[in-house]
Nanobody
Framework: QVQLIESGGGLVQAGGSLRLSCAASGRTFSSYAMGWFRQAPGKEREFVAAITWSGGSTYYADSVKGRFTISRDNAKNTVYLEMSNLGPEDTAVYYC???????????????????WGQGTQVTVSS
């Protein structure tokens, strides 16, 4: 059974930083690209960042480029999302997800991921 468990969310002031973690279990983590998505109240889930299985390639939504960094530690079966210079527009539930296919490229669409975490709330106050 594949499990993805996010942590690290919380309340932060505008301009602050947070580091999200997503711990994976249940399959060979290092074989799968991973992604982060977020969903704000009343809005659709949107892509944030993705990283290939090796960590050699990353991709970011324009809205977070230059402020967020995705990384992974395959020895720890964990993917991270470092977020800096946060603004109220970043307030959302953040989800990590695992690619459907092994050794794939970065994926931007939610339906290209088959396992999802339960989400962690990030709230940025102005």
């Amino acid at each position: 059974q594949v499990q993805l468990i996010e942590s690290g969310g919380g309340l932060v002031q505008a301009g602050g930083s947070l580091r999200l973690s997503c711990a994976a279990s249940g399959r060979t983590f290092s074989s799968y690209a991973m992604g982060w998505f977020r969903q704000a109240p009343g809005k659709e889930r949107e892509f944030v960042a993705a990283i290939t299985w090796s960590g050699g390639s990353t991709y970011y939504a324009d809205s977070v480029k230059g402020r967020f960094t995705i990384s992974r530690d395959n020895a720890k079966n964990t993917v991270y999302l470092e977020m800096s210079n946060l603004g109220p527009e970043d307030t959302a539930v953040y989800y990590c997800a695992s690619d459907r296919r092994r050794f794939g490229r970065v994926k931007l669409k939610a339906d290209e991921y088959d396992y999802w975490g339960q989400g962690t709330q990030v709230t940025v106050s102005s």
